[in-house]
C-alpha cells in the first residue's frame, strides 16, 4: 500500500539541495515576498553561468538603498558583496558588516582600491560585487569609473542595475562586458540610467560629462 504520508511530505519539500542551499532558498522566497508586498518587483537576472561580475546601482540617493538592496540580493539568490574598509570588520562589531555581505579591503597598502579589487576577483572562481557608481547620495551629473576598470581589467561583466523609485522597479541589464573604447562604453552606462527617479528625486542622476577618476 502506498505511504500517502511519505507522498505528501515530499509535495511539500519545494527545496532540496545541501542546508545552506535551502537556507538561501527560503530567505529568497521571503524576500521576494517582502518585495512584492511593498509594490517591488524586479525584472532581469543575472544568468547562473555567470560566476563573477560587478552589480553597478544608479541611482543611489538615499540610505533606504541599502536595505532594498539586501531584499533584492536576497530574493536573486547570488552572494553579492559590497567592498568596506578593513577597519570596518574589526571586532567587537565587524561580525555584523560581514554577516550583511561586506568584504573587507585593506586600504593602507601600495595597492590602490581598483587593484585591490581586481587582485580578489582574480583569485576567486566565484564573486561578486555591488557598487555605485555616483559615489555620494547628492546630485552628480557624471559618474565615476573605478566600477568600469574593475570589470574591464578583471575581464568580469558588469550588470547595470536601476532603483526605480518612480515604478518601484529593481531591474537588471544583461551582462555588459568592457571594450576597447572607454568612452563609448560610459556614454552608453550614462545613458542608460538617465532618467531612472531614485528615492530622492531632486538627488536622481543627470548625466553629463561622464568620466571622472
Known amino acids: 500500500m502506498k505511504n500517502r504520508g511519505i507522498t505528501n511530505y515530499r509535495k511539500l519539500c519545494i527545496f532540496t539541495g545541501t542546508p545552506r542551499e535551502m537556507k538561501e532558498g527560503i530567505m529568497g522566497k521571503i524576500s521576494a515576498f517582502i518585495l512584492r ?7 532581469g537576472h543575472v544568468p547562473e553561468d555567470v560566476r563573477k561580475f560587478i552589480i553597478a546601482v544608479v541611482p543611489h540617493t538615499s540610505n533606504w538603498d541599502f536595505p532594498l538592496g539586501l531584499l ?6 547570488r552572494d553579492v558583496k559590497f ?3 578593513h577597519t570596518l570588520f574589526l571586532p567587537p562589531y565587524g561580525f ?8 573587507p579591503v585593506n586600504r593602507k597598502t ?11 576577483l582574480d583569485s576567486k572562481d566565484e564573486f561578486s560585487i555591488c557598487v555605485a557608481p555616483e559615489g555620494t547620495r547628492k546630485k552628480v551629473d557624471r559618474l565615476k569609473t573605478g566600477f568600469y576598470h574593475m570589470a574591464r581589467l578583471a575581464k568580469v561583466p ?5 532603483f526605480d523609485y518612480g515604478n518601484k522597479v529593481i531591474s537588471f541589464s544583461e551582462p555588459f562586458y568592457t571594450t576597447d573604447d572607454q568612452e563609448a562604453d ?6 542608460y540610467f538617465a532618467g531612472v527617479q531614485g528615492k530622492n528625486p531632486e538627488f536622481s542622476y543627470d548625466p553629463g560629462q561622464t568620466l571622472s577618476s
Open 96 to 103: 555584523i558588516f560581514r554577516w550583511l555581505g561586506g568584504y
Open 110 to 120: 601600495s595597492k590602490n582600491y581598483v587593484d585591490s579589487v581586481v587582485e580578489i
Open 158 to 162: 558588469i550588470i547595470l542595475t536601476k
Open 83 to 85: 567592498i568596506g574598509k
Open 186 to 191: 560610459m556614454a552608453f552606462i550614462s545613458n
Open 37 to 43: 508586498l511593498i509594490g517591488w518587483r524586479m525584472e
Open 72 to 77: 533584492a540580493r536576497s530574493a536573486m539568490r
